[in-house]
């Protein structure tokens, strides 16, 4: 039976009774009631036919809304100071717009400029030390001052200092050359002595052999009886004295020759004991500039953070000192500066259950709410990252995920009233997959069920 058939059946009027005779005409008003009828179920099928429809075939927009807020890339740059000190001249206030290397503050440096002072004086005695000390020890014969302290040659000081290292020099040198020259007298009187105990052996050898050639010429006549005997034997004691002598002179001789080797070992072990002493000096020296360079390195460093400068261009914000004199403390945060040159981000915190259609690369739209909605479009920017694991609000407790809008800077620049400024507030708006409006009613449903028949 169909719905033309249910309308037919509900609108036929009731049979008369038998005998009774129809008032009206067959066809007339039934029929206008049964067109009416027909006309408002079709209405009535036609319209929520095409709900159905609709709700099963129109796609919906969807978005994941989150509130932000406008960032640095990088955040703010903090500039602290490593060692502190008292303000000297302040040249900048809160809100200031700075250029890189602008002078921004001085700190008072009599106390860094004192210890650099103390270990620039300390270098220059140890360097020109050692610089002494290499010399006698490559047995140089004058001091040459190297190109690092000809920079210092000006400096009275230095000056002072250098000039007591040639004094000492040429001191310790010539102190060196005495002792020599008094081994060297030694040595050549021995050598004289030498000399003359050579002759002196020469003479004696000569004697003996003029005695022996005359003890031989007389033995024929000591035999002939002409000449008494007893010459014989005093030419031969005389040829035996010459021959002592002779010993005792080579005796000298060699003697002497001792001293002269003893006296050049002396001469020797003069050198020796310098070359120990100025090498002990030497290493003693290079171990305080292996101490006093690093602190003087740190000194004109320190020195050179006396004025703190901008290190990049931006504008000034959380100043912390107002004053001249006021005290900086070790590592404190003296001031940040938002950079200009760094690109403003979007990061908007979004709610860990909407996570799953949040992704980067996605087109997002951002309200800035700072401004008024009529007046100000909506700008575009893309999802470049999004934090890889959740995090939590330390005010609210509450846990989201973090995701990082880039403003379109084209579709900004079209906007020349409209600027953006770290820690202005947003809402973001990421639009997620398209689904019919039969999915969301439908969805959660489904959800329950499957929850519903999975409990145990």
Known sequence: MTLLDV??????????????????????????????????????????????????TAPLNGAVVANAVVKIDGNRKSLQHLDGGIVKELHVR????????????????????????????????????????????????????????????????????????????????????????????????????????????????????????????????????????????????TAYGLEGQ??????NIAKARQAIAEQEQQIAQFDNDRMTDVTKDLRDTQAKLLEVIPKATNAKAVLGRMEIRAPYTGRVVGLSV????????RGDKILDIVPD??????????AVEDISDVHPNTRAEVHLTAYKQRIVPIIHGDVIQVSADRLTDPKTNNPYYTAFVRIDQDELATMPNIRLYPGMPATVMIPTIQRTAFDYIVGPLVMSFNHAFRQK
């Open 94 to 237: 809160e809100g200031d717009r700075v250029l890189a290397g602008d002078l921004l503050i001085v700190l008072d440096e009599t106390q860094a400029r004192a210890e650099f002072e103390v270990l620039t004086q300390q270098y220059a005695v140890l360097r020109a030390t050692e610089v002494r000390l290499l010399t006698e020890l490559d047995h140089g014969s004058a001091l040459v001052m190297p190109p690092d302290l000809k920079a210092r040659s000006d400096d009275p000081y230095f000056k002072s200092v250098w000039n007591g290292q040639l004094s000492q020099f040429d001191s310790r040198r010539a102190s060196l050359e005495g002792q020599r020259s008094v081994v060297r007298e030694k040595i050549n009187q021995l050598g004289s002595q030498i000399v003359g105990s050579e002759a002196q052996v020469k003479s004696f050898t000569n004697q003996i052999d003029s005695v022996r050639k005359e003890a031989k010429d007389i033995a024929p006549l000591v035999e002939r009886g002409l000449i008494a005997r007893p010459r014989i034997l005093q030419l031969e004691r």
């Open 7 to 56: 309308t037919d059946l509900s609108m036929r009027p009731a049979a008369a009774p038998r005998g009774t005779k129809r008032a009206n005409k067959d066809g007339s008003p039934n029929d206008s009631i049964r067109k009416v009828a027909i006309a408002g179920w079709l209405i009535i099928a036609v319209f929520f036919g095409g709900i159905g429809t609709w709700a099963v």
């Open 322 to 329: 107002f004053s001249v004199g006021g005290v900086i403390q």
């Open 341 to 350: 040159e760094d690109s403003l981000t979007i990061e908007a915190q979004v």
């Open 246 to 251: 002779i010993a005792d002179a080579n005796a």
